[in-house]
């Protein structure tokens, strides 16, 4: 058994979240909401395998509003889960406590303790993914030795093996990966070019709007990916190519590199995490349209600037916009009318 190391919650305790498993029955209608990056995916695997869900969504933070309330609760949702997804708006939580029992698993950084008699806010801190925090307190339940590569996966995607430490090379050693655990490192190694699929497979599927397909494409064997290697492939050509004209197209204000792009898939997130490596020790913003908004990815690698406070200053007042995320890494969005707004604050900041 690949050596699992105890996160210690800095909000909620197991105690709660052992009584809210124990207590899910046939009767109840049970929703899981998770993020849609590769620490969400991973999530709701290891979710799904222990509690039978009727309502499966994954979400990007400007879906946390009414209209998602409304699909609950047509749904008739009795009990929520929520993972990897960072509540900024207490109000959605104590509108969802009125139909629903609610337990949440997380670890972005938080500012509410959202700990209640009808919800349960299980959060360590920034140092553990979410699907590493899922593995370890589902695992209590059933056996998910499994999928411990996936863990491991989701664990470099997010950039949190430190305290995992342990898990990481037990794995690595466990499918004969001699590598050390690196995620910043961009050598072809085994888990390195698994998790770079896996990520390039759930760009194409949000893109298409059926991350779904990613869910069920993850086999319970080690690497076992189905059709999803394909999917990567179109993905990884864009980037090459978008890579090259990020070089060409940046703007460079007050230090920091901000580019505003449009590409064909959903690129943003993977794409500054690839490009930022290039120049860990400059703050990396990429912009691109989403419907009547604008989607932020912010990267600094050595952590120098923290992502989160950045963002919010840069969003702070504005009208429909919202942020979240960690210090080396985080994302957000904006209505499309506030962009001279925001290069604005980027120069005074």
């Not at 925090?133 to 949190?160: G, N, R």
């Not at 893109?207 to 059709?227: C, H, P, R, S, Y």
């Not at 901000?258 to 064909?264: I, T």
Request: hydrophobic letters at 35%; one cysteine or more.
């Amino acid at each position: 058994m690949s050596e699992i190391i105890p996160p210690q919650f800095i909000a909620g305790n197991e105690k709660r979240f052992f009584e809210f498993i124990s207590k899910l029955n046939d009767k109840d209608k049970i929703a899981l909401i998770t993020h849609t990056d590769l620490d969400g995916v991973g999530a709701a695997k290891i979710v799904n395998e222990v509690v039978k869900t009727d309502f499966l969504r994954f979400i990007d933070y400007a879906e946390i509003n009414d209209s998602l309330l409304k699909e609950l609760k047509q749904n008739k949702i009795n009990k929520l889960i929520i993972t990897d997804i960072s509540i900024t708006e207490p109000g959605f939580v104590k509108k969802a406590e009125k139909f629903a029992d609610i337990l949440m698993i997380d670890h972005h950084l938080f500012q509410e303790d959202f700990n209640t008699e009808k919800t349960i806010f299980l959060n360590p801190g920034s140092e553990y993914c979410a699907t590493y925090i899922c593995y370890y307190l589902f695992s209590k339940a059933q056996d998910l030795e499994k999928y411990d590569w996936l863990v491991a996966c989701a664990s470099l995607s997010d950039y949190m093996t430190e305290k995992n430490k342990p898990l990481m090379e037990s794995v690595y050693k466990k499918y004969g990966d001699p590598s050390p655990v690196d995620p910043t490192s961009t050598e072809h190694t085994l888990f390195n070019d698994l998790k770079n699929d896996l990520d390039s497979a759930i760009v194409y599927w949000k893109t298409k709007g059926n991350l779904k397909k990613v869910l069920d494409e993850i086999g319970e064997k080690f690497a076992d990916i189905g059709t999803l290697r394909e999917n990567a492939k179109e993905v990884e050509n864009e980037i090459k190519t978008t890579i090259e004209k990020f070089k060409e197209e940046k703007e460079e204000i007050n230090g920091r590199y901000f580019w505003l792009f449009e590409p064909k898939f959903r690129i943003g997130s993977k794409l500054n995490n690839l490009i930022s490596k290039l120049k860990p020790n400059k703050t990396h913003i990429l912009v691109r349209p989403h419907g009547d908004k604008y989607v932020l990815s912010a990267r600094r690698q050595d952590k120098e600037e923290n992502m989160v406070e950045l963002l919010k200053k840069l969003l702070s007042g504005l009208g429909g916009a919202n942020s979240g995320g960690h210090i080396p890494a985080a994302g957000g969005h904006f209505l499309k009318k506030d962009l001279e707004k925001v290069k604005e604050r980027l120069k005074s900041l």
